[in-house]
């Protein structure tokens, strides 16, 4: 929590400032070249969970050799997939910067942009293989020193930034910010292994091709698992910025960026799943179902009260956040909580199928979404422009949602159905104070009055249709699932 609230506060507080002083074209420009990164650091998201679960197991049998073996063969894995990342975004960078800025960039030359992109691509493939590393921290439950490192991340990124814009960096004073966003966490994070697990130190260990190829198929399928939740915004971005312009890019980052701040909220309950599962399921199935049954439902209620709030109040905040002139914004942030409502009713069946090693099965769902999503997102953007990118991720998520479910109903060893009472109990409430001036307020203090009331009446009103005590609530939110 303390993480995604220190996300929302820096951005809230930075996002007027950067717009102010670089303008939303530079800073279209920074977010699809940071959208280029987060494309090809794809990799982190698959080998990250797979070291999360091994570590989680052998944790599980209490045996530190087996978390030092599984951590370290992430480490060597991530080395062989880091290596040809750096490798081919340095040697075609201009390519890519040409593909992506066809008309050039406004204030700044393509070879500022291509050193630019050089530059996050080394930094991000070196980010990668730390990361491998401190996912043990994941697989042992101590996801806070994680948290520590995101509020520490973002106090360097926004000093630095301020300092650059004042200075006249231009494009690379938020290059420069987010280097001292990722150098700081990753210190934090390396700090944290070494005071909680001393036995597992740094490195890479021999690994035959049988065994890496194993770990890649795995980690493969947690990537294409994970992969969805980048087109939802990332692809989207470049789309958007061959096809409209930065200025959409702008529009759309921050209607999506409210939403995946909620996403993120909405998503801690259901954090300790993947080890908890990983854990129990073996020895203590019906022990893992309650744990599965508990973090479920508070995700669901989570979810619902944050996303129901995004949809009713975000072109009202918006307004009067930013003023005149990202109106689309708002629009963009009420179709995308959409897609991301359906992304979340996966999310904790996504974990039990990680936990029970069917990885497969959720990568043919995200496979399923990402196919969809592309196409449909590319085509309507074409065609109706910045609305059409919005409406291919709900399209997406919708079909990918749909096919995951049906095949975990007939795969998984324990069927847990998702929650809904709270989204539909949601969805009507919100339906109605939309057409009600409570969700066109004009002014801070009834809109802020307005929101603490709906979240605090919604979130009750969701807990009690979830059969759900509030004391559940605080002991997953204090860590004791």
Not at 408 to 428: D, H
Request: aromatic letters at 8%.
């Amino acid at each position: 929590m303390a993480g995604a609230a220190a996300s929302f506060v820096f951005s809230v507080l930075l996002l007027p400032f950067i717009l102010e002083r670089l303008g939303p074209a530079l800073y279209g420009t920074w977010l699809t070249v940071s959208a280029l990164i987060a494309v090809g650091a794809l990799a982190d998201g698959g080998i990250r969970t797979e070291v999360a679960r091994r570590v989680a197991a052998a944790h599980g049998s209490g045996t530190i050799g087996d978390v030092q073996v599984a951590v370290r063969s992430g480490v060597t894995v991530m080395c062989l997939t880091a290596v040809p990342l750096a490798t081919f975004g340095t040697i075609f960078a201009p390519a890519l910067t040409r593909l992506v800025f066809p008309d050039g960039v406004a204030g700044s030359s393509g070879g500022d942009v291509t050193m630019l992109l050089r530059l996050m691509v080394v930094v991000t493939a070196a980010n990668l293989v730390v990361s491998a590393h401190v996912a043990a921290l994941r697989g042992v439950q101590r996801s806070d020193v994680e948290v520590l490192a995101q509020v520490v991340g973002w106090l360097c990124f926004a000093v630095t930034l301020v300092l650059g814009v004042f200075g006249g960096w231009g494009l690379w004073s938020l290059a420069t910010a987010q280097l001292a966003s990722v150098t700081a966490a990753a210190l934090v994070q390396l700090w944290g292994m070494r005071r909680l697990l001393p036995g597992v130190s740094f490195g890479v260990r021999k690994m035959g091709r049988r065994n890496v190829l194993a770990y890649f198929a795995l980690s493969v399928l947690a990537l294409l698992s994970q992969v969805s939740d980048v087109l939802d915004s990332q692809w989207d971005k470049l789309v958007l910025s061959r096809f409209v312009g930065p200025e959409a890019v702008t529009a759309f980052h921050i209607g999506t960026m409210l939403v995946l701040q909620a996403k993120v909220i909405a998503v801690l309950p259901m954090g300790p799943l993947l080890a908890g599962l990983s854990e129990l399921r073996g020895d203590r199935p019906e022990e893992a179902r309650a744990l599965q049954e508990r973090l479920m439902k508070a995700g669901a209620v989570t979810a619902a009260t944050v996303l129901g709030a995004v949809v009713l109040f975000a072109p009202a905040v918006l307004s009067l956040w930013l003023g005149p002139g990202y109106e689309r914004a708002g629009t963009v942030a009420r179709i995308f909580a959409v897609a991301v409502a359906l992304n979340l009713v996966a999310a904790p069946i996504a974990f039990q199928a990680f936990a029970e090693g069917h990885h497969r099965l959720t990568a043919w769902g995200a496979a399923l979404n990402m196919a969809v999503n592309a196409v449909v997102s590319l085509v309507l953007t074409i065609q109706v422009g910045l609305y059409g990118a919005v409406i291919g991720s709900v399209v997406g998520n919708l079909l990918g949602t749909a096919v995951f479910l049906l095949a975990a109903r007939r795969t998984l060893s324990t069927w847990v159905p998702p929650p809904w009472r709270a989204g539909v109990l949601t969805t009507v409430v919100v339906s109605t104070l939309a057409l009600s001036p409570v969700g066109h307020l004009g002014s801070w203090w009834p809109l802020v009055s307005a929101g603490c009331g709906v979240v605090a009446t919604l979130g009750v009103a969701c807990l009690w249709v979830e059969r759900l005590s509030f004391r559940d609530v605080l002991a997953v939110a204090a860590g004791r699932p």
